[in-house]
């Protein structure tokens, strides 16, 4: 075989899309042989992906899995905690409590030729991120882990929390980690219009609250640009 060729089988670093969904299709595909199905919900490039991470598995326990494209991606993490909260939450027993049962860390990897995703406790990593990748557990173990955990009750499990646990920890969580220290809080809606001072942008927490926003009168106009008759009774009509 040729170098170029040799080159090309080689495997590059996975999208952290690709990595979740193969995660997902490894989690199906053990689930429908075992006979053991476990829900999951895919809250990734939702406006909700920031409060709830990436995937979140279970029924009667549950668990919240984030996922990062490779290990540098991975220490990005720690970059978005303000040192005081930071420390404020690996001391705070309860919510560690939850997170060692309930919120890992996955990242992608190369391993000569093939692909392949480490996971960890999302406290531990943010305790000591160098110690917790040695002793990462690999992706397809922690697929195992949580297939063979389905079933069980949460009292028996040595996964997961109660579903409304596990909410309320996330919540805090980000509040924690993305809006206290920051001083800008998030805008997950944008509205944008042609006007005629150029384009203008706007943007809320919600759509209640972004169409609940009084007009301009550049807003107003901007509404009217452009548009035919017919255009303005069906439109009108809609709203």
Known sequence: MSTSVQAAARSGIAYENQLLGAFIYALGYESGRTGK???VNLFQQTPLDGTF?????????????????????????????PPANLQRYLEDKQMQDIAKKA????????????????AMRYSAFLRDPEASK??????????????????????????????????SY???LSVMRKLMGSGEPPAQWLA??????GYRIRSA???????????????????????TPEHKKSFDRER
């Open 205 to 227: 927490d919600s759509l209640e609250q972004l169409l609940d926003m009084p007009r301009t009168r550049s807003w107003e106009r901007s509404a009217e640009l452009g548009r």
């Open 170 to 172: 996330l919540r805090r």
């Open 53 to 81: 991470g990436d995937l979140i598995a279970g029924g009667d326990w549950c668990v919240a899995l984030e996922f990062k494209r490779s290990w540098p991606a991975a220490r990005s993490e720690r970059g978005k905690w």
């Open 103 to 118: 919120h890992f860390l996955c990242f992608g990897a190369k391993d000569q030729d093939e692909v392949t995703i480490g």
């Open 134 to 167: 040695g002793q990462a557990t690999r992706g397809t173990a922690m697929v195992d882990l949580l297939v063979n955990c389905t079933g069980l009750d949460r009292q028996t499990s040595p996964l997961g929390v109660a579903p409304k646990v596990l909410e």
């Open 37 to 39: 199905p476990l829900p």
């Open 192 to 197: 944008v219009a042609s006007t005629a001072q």
